[in-house]
C-alpha cells in the first residue's frame, strides 16, 4: 500500500492533501510519510531475526525525527561521520548500536566513537587500522573492528554510486585483507568482530550481492585457516528502489538469498545498511511552478525548487517521477521542469509531458534519500523545510532557513 495516494483528483501523502501542506508549509518543501519508513524498515528487520541486524544509513536522510522515528524501532545505525554519529545520540539512538564506516576517519572522530562506547568501527584501510588502535590504547579502551575490503564485483549501477570495483576508493583491496587481518590480530586495544563491504547503491539485480558474498566467505574461510574467526559479515546498503520503471528485488527476496548462502555458516551472523531502499519512496519534494516558458522550439515549466535542493537530476541524471498535485486539464507540455539556479544543468526533470499551468503544485517522488541530505545554500538559497506525516497529523521537523542562517558564522571586515 502506498502512502501517495491520489484522493479526490489530489494527491494526498497518508491522510493529508500535499494541497494543505503547500498552504501550511509553503513550497518548496520536503514531506515524508512516516508509516512509510517504519513499514519498509519493517520489511528488513522480519527478513533479519537476530543475531541478524539491520543498520539504517544516516546519509540517505539524517534528520533527527527520522533518526528518533527508527531509533524506536529498534534500528542500529550505519554512519560515516563524527557528526552522524552527535545526530544519532540526539535522536535517542544508542551509541552501542552505531557501526561508523567513515572513509578517511579523523582523530577526533575516533576519540568521540570511542568516548561515547559506538558498537564497532568499518575500517577502511591500513593506516587506519593503527591509528584506530593507538587511540584505543591511549584511551584504555577497546576498539571492535571490523575490516572493511573491496571485493571487485561489479554492482552494475551509475559510476558515481559504484564503490565496490578495485579502482575505487574505498575498502582494502582483497589482496592485502588477510595480511591486515593479522595485523590487526596483533594491534593493542583491538578486538577483531566482523568484515564488511559495500559494492554500490541503487543495484537492481541481487546477483552482484551474491558474488560479493561469495568473496567475502572465502576470506572468511581463509581467515578461520589463520586462526581468525569472524562472527559477522557486514554486506553494506545498496539495495535499489523504483524511481521509474527498475525493479529490485523485493526486501524479503534479496534477504532470503543471502541468509540461504550463509546456512553453512551458522556462527556467522549477517548485517545490512540500507538507506535509500527506508526513505527514497517514503518522500516527495513538493514545489510550485512559477512560470511556463518557450524559447521557440523547447518548453520549460520553470519551479520553485532547484538543484541546491535536490541535486541527484543534475548529478546523476537521476531520474524522479514529477506530477501535478492536481489532476488538471490545462493543456500538456512537453518540456524540462528546471529551477531557479544560475546552472544549466539546474533541472528537475527532462522532456516531461504534463498537463501543467503557472502556479501548479508538482510533486518530486522518490526524494525521500539523498535528496534534502545534499542540498545546498548554493544562490544564497535557504534550504526548504522538512514534514513528516503521520495519518492526518504533520510535524515540521526542520523549519525552513532564514538568510540569518544561511549567513551564520559569517562575518564583515573593518571598512576599508
Ligand atoms: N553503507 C555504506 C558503507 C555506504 O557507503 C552506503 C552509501 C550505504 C551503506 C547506503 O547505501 P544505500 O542503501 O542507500 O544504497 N548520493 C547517491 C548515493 C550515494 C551512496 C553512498 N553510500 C545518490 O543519491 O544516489
Redesign the pocket.
Known amino acids: 500500500m502506498s502512502e501517495f495516494q491520489e484522493k479526490n483528483g489530489v494527491l494526498h501523502v497518508e491522510d493529508i492533501s500535499l494541497e494543505k501542506i503547500a498552504e501550511t508549509y509553503q513550497t518548496p518543501c520536503y514531506v515524508y510519510s512516516k508509516h512509510a519508513i517504519i513499514r519498509n524498515w519493517q520489511a528488513f528487520q522480519h527478513a533479519l531475526p537476530a543475531p541478524h541486524r539491520a543498520f539504517y544509513?544516516v546519509?540517505?536522510n539524517s534528520n533527527l525525527a527520522i533518526l528518533q522515528v527508527l531509533a524506536e524501532q529498534g534500528a542500529g545505525f550505519?554512519v560515516?561521520s563524527g557528526g552522524e554519529i552527535a545526530r544519532v545520540l540526539r535522536a535517542g539512538g544508542k551509541a552501542q548500536d552505531i557501526v561508523f564506516?567513515g572513509v578517511a576517519k579523523s582523530d577526533a572522530e575516533i576519540r568521540y566513537a570511542l568516548d561515547v562506547g559506538i558498537g564497532q568501527f568499518?575500517v577502511e584501510s591500513a593506516a587506519e587500522l593503527e591509528r584506530i588502535s593507538a587511540i584505543a590504547a591511549e584511551l584504555k579502551k577497546t576498539a571492535r573492528i571490523s575490516l572493511r575490503v573491496n571485493p571487485d564485483v561489479d554492482a552494475k549501477t551509475h559510476p558515481y554510486?559504484a564503490?565496490g570495483l578495485e579502482d575505487n576508493k574505498f575498502g582494502i583491496p582483497m589482496a592485502e585483507a588477510i595480511g591486515t587481518y593479522q595485523r590487526a590480530a596483533e594491534l593493542p586495544a583491538l578486538e577483531v568482530v566482523g568484515a564488511d563491504c559495500?559494492i554500490g547503491?541503487?543495484l537492481t539485480e541481487t546477483q552482484p550481492f551474491l558474488d560479493a558474498l561469495e568473496r567475502m566467505l572465502r576470506l572468511v574461510d581463509e581467515l578461520a585457516e589463520h586462526g581468525i574467526p569472524l562472527r559477522h559479515i557486514d554486506m553494506?546498503?545498496?539495495?535499489g528502489v523504483t524511481y521509474q520503471d527498475e525493479q529490485p528485488p523485493a526486501v524479503a527476496d534479496y534477504i532470503a538469498a543471502l541468509l540461504a548462502r550463509l546456512q553453512d555458516y551458522p556462527h556467522l551472523s549477517l548485517y545490512l545498511?540500507?538507506?535509500?531502499?527506508i526513505v527514497a519512496n517514503a518522500g516527495v519534494l513538493l514545489t510550485r511552478v512559477e512560470y511556463l516558458k518557450s524559447n521557440g522550439f523547447k518548453h520549460f515549466i520553470m519551479v520553485d525548487a532547484g538543484m541546491n535542493d535536490l541535486l541527484?537530476p543534475s548529478l546523476?541524471q537521476?531520474h524522479h517521477d514529477i506530477v501535478n498535485v492536481r489532476a488538471s486539464d490545462a493543456p500538456v507540455i512537453t518540456g524540462d521542469v528546471v529551477g531557479p539556479v544560475c546552472e544549466t544543468g539546474d533541472f528537475l526533470g527532462q522532456q516531461r509531458s504534463l498537463a501543467v499551468a503557472a502556479g501548479d503544485l508538482l510533486a518530486v517522488k522518490s526524494a525521500g534519500?539523498?535528496g534534502f541530505a545534499?542540498s545546498s545554500n548554493y544562490n544564497s538559497r535557504p534550504r526548504p523545510p522538512e514534514v513528516l506525516i503521520a495519518g492526518d497529523q504533520s510535524y515540521l521537523i526542520r523549519a525552513r532557513e532564514t538568510m540569518d542562517d544561511v549567513w551564520r558564522g559569517e562575518t564583515l571586515v573593518p571598512k576599508g
Not at 553494506?236 to 539495495?239: D, N, S, T, V, Y
Not at 545498511?273 to 531502499?277: F, I, L
Request: hydrophobic share 35%; charged share 20%; glycine share 14%.
Open positions: 544509513a546519509k540517505a550505519d560515516v564506516s568499518n554510486i564503490t559495500h547503491s541503487q553494506g546498503g545498496g539495495l545498511e540500507p538507506g535509500r531502499a541527484r546523476y537521476a534519500a539523498y545534499m
